[in-house]
């Protein structure tokens, strides 16, 4: 279990998402713009803009060198050499029944023999469907007990707690799971790496339930309107809080491809209106909601 | 020259600001949202959605009370009651031939017997007009000068580095001025006041000039789109890089009143292809240009 291994399998990986959502989408094709990093490495990032998806964004980076100041001090190792890769997902739908999701696997390791792996799978509906929330939520904790019994209560919350916009006292939206520094404290390499290919895996079918449960749904202007501003949460989130976002700004990353997550189009309104259908929404926006027994209430 | 001088100036300089641009933008008429503030004060956000202007704000506070620990630390005060007092203004007009501008005159001061004022103009043009740029700085700069010699070329200086999109190399947009903590050792707190209140009395006609040059251009579906995108840099701008936005958000501020600044509507798009009238924009988002000057050359 090298870095070899694992840059394919997430190469593998992206190819294999790209491929599915091609299907799902029916006409949209991605495109690949290729990059290389000045330090070292690079990576493909492809992007859809397709007929129910209007944006998305599905990234394969391997970037390796020497470790940015900032990053070492942080972690106290200096003058490392680093290995990253990854794979990261960002969908933004046409229709403002289906939810925006996001996916990000990867691995990172060093020179000094440090290594561990990251990520999560979180959705972000416009309307709260709480079957499909439910679904969702089920579908990330058999993956997790999978692994570990402990995994799914312990990595929902982390996503609670990681995807909170904190200046508007929300949630981004229902959550899904979230983890990183999954190291040899916690698992073997090989065990580790099972898990976070599961989660990997599980990507196309959440996704696919999200957009044939909701692709044919009629929407109003109010509707639209409403999922253009909640977009604009999105941003919020990405570019106040998102520490992946930040590192990426902050290191001089490509920005282009950290960027693809931005929605195609948001709006914000003063305090603006909302009818009872996305109050309801509002109100769920929440922490420690049980999503998985929520459906059996 | 107290408080409740400035504090009763900067309400009033918020009243003709709004006046002025109601007369300018003929049909729209400011909304008004009294807040409170729990811990001491609170203010008065105005929004205008008009004719012109698309999405704008003109608000004015004054705050006071304990000041927050964050804050305390950062000055090395401990336990001091501040007073902090302005106007912000951030305006988003339909066409994009008008250029975004922001404006913020401000005053703060402690218990302990520090005081400060801080402020600035600056204009975001979609498509930038040399000519227009030339006078809008050749204004800001005889202002300074009825003030202090150095003024404009510091404070211009202060403006390009501090509007400056570090992740895209770009500036904001042309710039204008910027200043922060002129205190006793700059001037008299008199003489600062009065620098202070030229500079927000400058404003309408400052923004009466692009508005009324730019208003009756015909644009197209393309000029369009390329004004909501350049609004994305301006919420990339505020959300990731701007101290009073991040200050706000990380201290429990008054959100909606902080995010009155983001535009009505914006786009991103990977990688966004551009014409060469675009691109002419873009060659002058750059730091230390002549502005003043330009137009002779």
Redesign the interface.
Known sequence: MNQTVIKSAFMALQDRICSDLEILDVEGKFKE?AWERPGGGGGK?R?IIGKTIE?G?VNFSAVEGLMPEKISTALGLEKTQFFATGVSIVLHAKNPFIPIIHMNVRYFETTHGTWWFGGGIDLTPHYIDEELASSFHQQLKNVCDKHASHYYSEFKKWADDYFYI???KETRGVGGIFFDRLDKTKGTKEDLFNFVMDVGNLFSTLYKEQVDANRDKAFSPINKDWQ?HRR?RY??FN??WDRGT?FG?DT?GN??SI??S??????????HDFDEEEEKTLNLLKKDIDWVNRKAR
């Open positions: 713009d990032t992007i944006k964004g904190k200046h508007r253009l604009g941003v919020e570019l106040v930040k700004l001089d920005i282009e960027l693809m931005l929605p195609p189009e948001s709006r914000w309104t003063y305090k």
